[in-house]
């Protein structure tokens, strides 16, 4: 389609592509890679064009036929550098994109950076500590859903832990539910669904 290289097409099947790889040990495995050099033309004996911070690598995409175009995406994985390059060294980022209801583009969901932070909703998750997951909505609130096989799986059962303005919420969603605090594998503070407070070690309840 279009300037596409490569194309694998079929009628009213699907269409395969396999690597395959037959070795009596763990030491070979079947391998897709993608290649990125900053020089303008091909040169396979000598790597003479190194990338640059920021720059984009490579992707994998998924279109599909709208009605009009086979180049809607439905979403995409991309990576690109993330940080300085020097010899046998490439610090890379990876992003997750989707495209929602009554928007043309793919937008980014989620992000990994080269040092294994995560973002959802951020493409450059920030912390004060050495490893976060960084969630952010720019137009409302953020929040994480908990549920199980006991709570169910709607939007109104389990726990949330929400960021809603400047404020943080637990919320435990169940008529019979706790909300237990603990040290050092004992509990230390209970909640109770009618909304009693519990310290059984402080000798304290409310």
């Known amino acids: 389609v279009g300037s596409t290289n490569l194309q694998i097409a079929k009628n009213s099947s699907n269409a395969n592509m396999l690597l395959s790889t037959h070795h009596t040990t763990d030491a070979y495995a079947s391998v897709f890679m993608f290649l990125k050099s900053g020089y303008t033309t091909i040169n396979p004996s000598r790597p003479n064009g190194a990338v640059a911070d920021d720059e984009f690598l490579g992707a994998i995409g998924w279109a599909a036929d709208d009605g009009y175009t086979y180049a809607s995406q439905a979403a995409r994985i991309t990576v690109e550098v993330d940080g300085a ?3 046998t060294k490439v610090p890379g980022r990876m992003k997750f994109w989707t495209t929602p209801v009554g928007v043309v583009n ?3 969901r989620m992000t990994i950076l080269n040092d294994g932070n995560v ?3 951020v493409t450059g998750p920030t912390s004060l500590y050495e490893k976060v997951l960084h969630i952010h909505e720019a137009a409302g609130s953020s929040s994480i859903h908990l549920t ?4 169910g799986s709607t939007s109104g059962d389990g726990t949330d832990i ?9 919320w435990n969603r169940e008529s019979a539910g706790l909300i237990v605090l603990g040290t050092n594998a004992t509990d230390a503070m209970t909640v109770s669904a009618s909304q009693d407070v519990n310290i059984p070690n402080g000798g304290l309840a409310i």
Do not use: C, E, F, K
Request: proline residues 9%; without cysteine; charged residues 10%.
């Open 85 to 87: 390059v020097a010899q």
């Open 106 to 108: 793919p937008l980014p």
């Open 119 to 121: 973002g959802i909703g």
């Open 148 to 151: 199980n096989n006991t709570t």
């Open 162 to 170: 929400i960021a809603y303005q400047d404020d943080l919420y637990l």
